[in-house]
Antibody
Framework: EVQLVESGGGLVQPGRSLRLSCAAS????????MHWVRQAPGKGLEWVSG????????GYADSVKGRFTVSRDNAKNSLYLQMNSLRPEDTAFYYC????????????WGHGTLVTVSS | QSALTQPASVSGSPGQSITISCTGT?????????VSWYQHHPGKAPKLVIY???NRPSGVPDRFSGSKSGSTASLTISGLQAEDEADYYC??????????FGGGTKVTVL
């Protein structure tokens, strides 16, 4: 059974940093592209970032480029999102998702972790 | 990358059919047969219900179907059931390799 479990969310002040993790199991992690998608309160889904199986291809939404860094550790079956210079508008549930191809579609999702940016 | 355009809400009675549209451009929906749809119940993980425009993953009921014409994709739910009440999002592969989703459609079963 495929499982994606996010962790690392919490309350953080504007301008500070936070690192999210996603622990994967039940599939061949090092053969799969992985992505972060977020949902702000009352809003829709927003793609945040994606990384190919070998970390050779990485992409970011314009809203987070230069502030967020995606990475993965295939030996640990884990995906990460380093979030720096956080803003109140980054407040959202953050989901990790397994992709088919680099980003043809997302076939499995985690339950999400909540990040709240507030003073 | 602008979000794909979906209606904010659609409703129907049990047993009826509803259709949700998803309009993009030639750089996303119109340019590729990689449109997908996701069902999202609040507090739960989003679930893939359609991929590659019209394919259903294993375990998704056949009352869910997808299609595309030009730059507009559609998700149809036939024989609407109470458990289908959720938010639905379309997504498409894009020419700039950045992800894009629709704004979401709230489906209400009357």
């Amino acid at each position: 059974e495929v499982q994606l479990v996010e962790s690392g969310g919490g309350l953080v002040q504007p301008g500070r940093s936070l690192r999210l993790s996603c622990a994967a199991s039940g599939f061949t992690f090092d053969h799969s592209a992985m992505h972060w998608v977020r949902q702000a309160p009352g809003k829709g889904l927003e793609w945040v970032s994606g990384i190919s199986w070998n970390s050779a291809s990485i992409g970011y939404a314009d809203s987070v480029k230069g502030r967020f860094t995606v990475s993965r550790d295939n030996a640990k079956n884990s995906l990460y999102l380093q979030m720096n210079s956080l803003r109140p508008e980054d407040t959202a549930f953050y989901y990790c998702a397994k992709a088919v191809g680099f980003m043809y579609y997302f076939d499995y999702w985690g339950h999400g972790t909540l990040v709240t940016v507030s003073s | 990358q602008s979000a794909l355009t979906q209606p904010a809400s659609v409703s129907g009675s049990p047993g009826q059919s509803i259709t949700i549209s998803c309009t993009g451009t030639s750089s996303d929906v119109g340019g590729y047969n990689y449109v997908s749809w996701y069902q999202h119940h609040p507090g739960k993980a989003p679930k893939l219900v359609i991929y590659d425009v019209s394919n259903r993953p294993s375990g998704v009921p056949d009352r869910f179907s997808g299609s595309k014409s030009g730059s507009t994709a559609s998700l149809t739910i036939s024989g609407l059931q109470a458990e289908d009440e959720a938010d639905y999002y379309c997504s498409s592969y894009t020419s700039n390799s950045k992800g894009v989703f629709g704004g979401g459609t709230k489906v209400t079963v009357l």
